[in-house]
């Protein structure tokens, strides 16, 4: 088990490592420059051994003797000034609050994408996400379950915290995005889509029958609960699976969490290879003969582009895309709800979760 | 024909259509007056290198009838008139008996004398000459003329020393007219003459008793145009008929080669021979159809060289600018000078200038443009946007020269000197678009198009770097300041090293590649619709 250590520290490391070049070339009267991983598509590779997009070694020259470069470059190191301030006094900030941060400066972000563009170029010149550099996402997902938590963050110094404290779990924000992970019991990690289903999953006590920690990631995963699930697998051991409504769509969320994105290219560690699609499965629909739909022209579309996409090349995944194919069918978690019981009894919990659990091996 | 019924036509037939020749209202005929005189007495100066000195006063005759009636009075410096040419230089409406060619303001002073004839016609006004050649008498004479006869009558004769050793002309008469509405169109002659007279000394006292004064700026003035013999390609056969007349007992041969530049006895005979005309035939005794062939043979044989240009008198690259720089104050002036070209026998020379910014406004609405036109160094005031000049402008793709016509501070100034301007009308408003003065003047303009881009070029480079350098500061100071913070520095680094000169290279080439996020690869952010909040999305609403 390998312990994370405070990422701020490596954080303001590359940030000073980053002030220091630009600030030595200014000093002998050099205009300075930055060699950044270019992110243009062209430059953009899959790479197998990694499972996940990564940046080829293209790089641009941002230099400030280029009256076109001069800009963007000073917009660059006023990112990094901010970071490095977040840091220091321990606050976070957003894409958006960062864009109207800007404008009691005249840095000239004329739109919210060009400072969102000098927030990605500081992530691909770092190899950082900007979570490091305390730039977050709004929260999305929660977490739940038996696991033991020490924050980094200022006033919770310290304080182990146990994610079932919360019945409607924890979200999943700043402060856990960098707290130490101490302790758990749990042996797996259950990932599920929709936030409904897995707050009935805490009342069905899912966490105790199948020994896991669940993880709402509402939707695709957010990088701070993508980076959680990394770091659940990676230092704390969890096999971690993935429960998803049987589309496209669905089967693409756990691939994201699997092999990463497109768009975070330029950063490293955020996926999670070893990860597993627990289901729904199309192969999984004449088994349980659940209500279905048919599957929509946005989703025929989608699933030609998935088809083209290096990441779905394996075996396993072949053949779910060609289930969708040879079907036409798509169905929602909910639609195990038409073979419960009782309320108490779902079919989604007492049957399906454990089958399926059973056939990849984890218990 | 008799030349007796001739003459009588002449000046009955500009009595009759004086609106043809432009004195069509009182205000139109006050503007012509003024400009018919100004130019006589400008040929009578610069015609024979006499740096020109003219002064115009126009004053009210006040309760002369219910007309507004004026009293004119010019004074110039030229040759003067000699004593016994008086009276048939401004009492007699004729033509020139002399065949010649040479670049005149006016042809053969007929508006002069029309301007004359219109003051007797509408104010019952005798005229006033004060002349001398700068000899020891000064003339004065009072005259009219009998429209009737078209002879002039003489009311005063006298003669006097010339004590202040005066040569020129002065002329006094009354007439009708409207100064109110001729008023603008006055001034902006005298404006614009002054333009392309830089070397000329121009006063004008209006009824109102402002004065408009341009001194002379410079003593230089091109030289006046020779005199030279017709070229055959420009014959015509009323013009034939006349030279016969002058000359109707000489060969055919030793006609065409005394009568004609371009024409010696060898060519005379080659044409002839070509032409099947019989050389040693007396002239007067072709009749009307043979010369009529001779006419058209004459315009049309190839072998004859291209009429000489000695007879014009271009206003020359130097005090163009000169006249443009004083009147316009533009920021950039570039002049060309097309070499001299042929129309139909005619020799030209077209010279343009193009002036840029200073003083100059951009237009005020779009598909305007600042021109003024000139033909044998007269303003042409009216019907601008029917002239070749502005159609040529027009035709010209500005985008070539990155210049955006409507919005840029430009003026143009064209002239065509000419023995024979090509003008559409008599009143010798603006010039027709004669295939071959259309392409010279495009020539003219698209070569002052290119030097002035060369000019804004230079211009825009040095604001660029200027500029360039102002962002570069703004940006580097920044980073300066955001690297000392980020390195945990005390004191920022001096970032004007960077700024002295040489250091700052070109713009570099090191881009390895052009920076784009944008992708073509699987978009993680597209979703279905119910499920749109769970795209991968990164940014934050």
């Not at chain 1, 699997?258 to 990860?275: E, K, M, Q, R, Y």
Request: hydrophobic share 35%.
């Amino acid at each position: 088990m390998e312990k994370r250590p405070d990422r701020s520290v490596y954080a303001r490391k590359a940030l000073k490592d980053l002030g220091t070049s630009i600030y030595n070339q200014l000093d002998v009267a050099k205009f300075p420059e930055v060699m950044i991983p270019s992110r243009q598509t062209n430059n953009i590779y899959y790479d197998p051994k990694l499972e996940q997009y990564v940046l080829g070694s293209k790089r641009v020259v941002r230099s400030a003797d280029n009256i076109k470069h001069v800009k963007p470059l000073a917009q660059l190191l006023w990112v990094a000034r901010i970071g490095k301030e977040l840091i220091d006094y321990d606050r976070v900030s957003t894409l958006r609050d960062l864009f109207y941060m800007s404008k009691n400066i005249d840095i000239n972000f004329v739109t919210q994408q060009e400072s969102d563009e000098a927030v990605y170029d500081l992530e691909a010149l770092l190899s950082m996400p900007r979570e490091s550099f305390n730039i977050f996402p709004h929260d999305r997902g929660a977490i739940f379950g038996d696991l033991t938590v020490r924050y980094r963050v200022k006033g919770f110094k310290d304080s182990l915290i146990n994610l079932t404290d919360n019945p409607d779990g924890v979200n999943i924000g700043p402060a856990l995005d960098n707290a130490e992970l101490v302790k758990t019991t749990a042996d797996k990690v259950i990932a599920i889509e929709k936030g409904a289903i897995f707050i009935q999953m805490i009342r069905e006590k899912v966490h105790e029958k199948f020994n896991a920690i669940l993880i709402d990631t509402t939707g695709q995963a957010s990088r701070s609960a993508r980076l959680l699930i990394r770091r659940l697998n990676e230092e704390l051991g969890l096999p971690v699976y993935i429960l998803t409504d049987c589309d496209v769509w669905g089967a693409h969320i756990s691939m994201v969490i699997i092999s990463g994105s497109v768009n975070s290219a330029h950063i490293t560690g955020l996926n999670t290879p070893s990860a597993k699609w627990l289901g729904f499965w199309p192969t999984d629909i004449n088994r349980y003969k659940v209500p279905t739909m048919k599957m929509k022209e946005l989703d025929w579309k989608r699933l030609a582009e998935l088809k083209a996409d290096p990441r779905y090349k394996e075996k396993f995944w072949k053949e779910q895309l060609d289930a969708f194919e040879r079907l036409g069918l798509k169905a929602e978690l909910e639609a195990f709800s038409s073979k419960n019981k009782s309320v108490s009894q779902t079919f989604l919990v007492e049957t399906y979760i454990p089958d399926k659990l059973k056939e990849l091996g984890a218990i | 024909m008799s030349e007796q019924f001739q003459e009588l036509n002449v000046a009955d037939f500009f009595y009759k259509n004086k609106d043809l020749v432009g004195f069509d209202s009182p205000h139109k005929a006050t503007y012509m007056i003024v400009r018919e005189l100004v130019e006589n007495s400008l040929d009578a100066c610069d015609g024979h290198k006499i740096l020109p000195d003219v002064r115009v006063t126009l004053s009210k005759v006040e309760g002369a009838g219910t007309e507004e009636r004026y009293h004119i009075k010019i004074v110039d410096n030229g040759i003067g008139v000699p004593l016994e040419a008086v009276p048939f230089a401004f009492g007699k409406v004729l033509f020139g008996s002399k065949y010649s060619m040479r670049q005149n303001r006016g042809t053969f002073g007929l508006g002069g004398k029309m301007s004359l004839l219109y003051g007797q016609i509408t104010a019952n006004s005798r005229i006033t000459i004060t002349t001398s050649q700068g000899g020891g008498k000064i003339y004065t004479f009072e005259i009219s003329t009998d429209i009737r006869t078209n002879t002039p009558v003489i009311h005063r004769r006298e003669e006097a020393d010339n004590k202040s050793h005066f040569r020129g002309v002065k002329i006094e008469f009354d007439f009708e007219g409207d100064y109110g509405k001729a008023r603008d169109k006055i001034i902006e002659y005298f404006y614009e003459t002054a333009m392309v007279l830089p070397y000329a000394q121009l006063t004008f006292i209006d009824p109102n008793g402002s004065l408009l004064f341009y001194p002379r700026i410079t003593q230089k003035m091109p030289n006046p145009p020779l005199e030279t013999l017709p070229h055959p390609h420009g014959v015509d056969l009323e013009m034939l008929k006349r030279m016969i007349m002058v000359n109707p007992h000489t060969s055919l041969q030793v006609f065409l080669s005394k009568n004609f530049q371009r024409v010696g006895e060898r060519t005379a005979r080659a044409f002839l021979r070509s032409n099947g005309f019989d050389p040693h035939v007396e002239v007067s005794e072709l009749n009307t159809k043979q010369l009529t062939k001779l006419v058209t043979a004459l315009r049309e044989y190839p072998d004859f060289l291209p009429p000489d240009p000695s007879c014009l008198s271009p206003i020359g690259d130097e005090l163009l600018k000169e006249g443009i720089r004083r009147l316009l104050s533009p920021e950039h002036i570039v002049v060309t000078t097309r070499p001299p070209r042929a129309y139909e026998g005619n020799p030209f020379i077209v010279e343009v200038g193009i002036a840029y910014g200073g003083a100059i406004a951009p237009p005020d609405k779009p598909g305007k443009v600042q021109l003024y036109r000139f033909a044998n160094k007269i303003p042409l005031l009216y019907d601008e946007y029917s002239d070749v000049a502005m159609s040529v402008i027009q035709s010209i793709n500005w985008n070539q020269y990155k210049i955006k016509l409507d919005e840029v501070p430009l003026a143009f100034i064209t002239h065509v000197c000419s023995t024979k301007v090509p003008y559409k009308t008599a009143g010798k408003e603006y010039v027709a678009a004669r295939p071959e003065v259309e392409k010279e003047l495009e020539l003219a303009i698209k070569q002052a198009a290119r030097e002035l881009r060369v000019r804004l070029s230079k211009m825009e480079k040095a604001e660029y770097k200027e500029r360039r350098t102002e962002v570069l500061r703004k940006y580097l100071s920044m980073m300066a300041s955001f690297s000392t913070f980020l390195a945990e520095k005390n004191k920022e680094p001096n970032i004007d090293a960077l700024f002295k000169e040489g250091i700052i290279k070109k713009h570099r080439k090191a881009e390895l590649v052009e920076d784009s996020s944008s992708g073509d690869l699987v978009d993680e952010t597209k979703s279905e619709d119910d499920k749109a909040e769970g795209g991968e999305s990164e940014s934050e609403e």
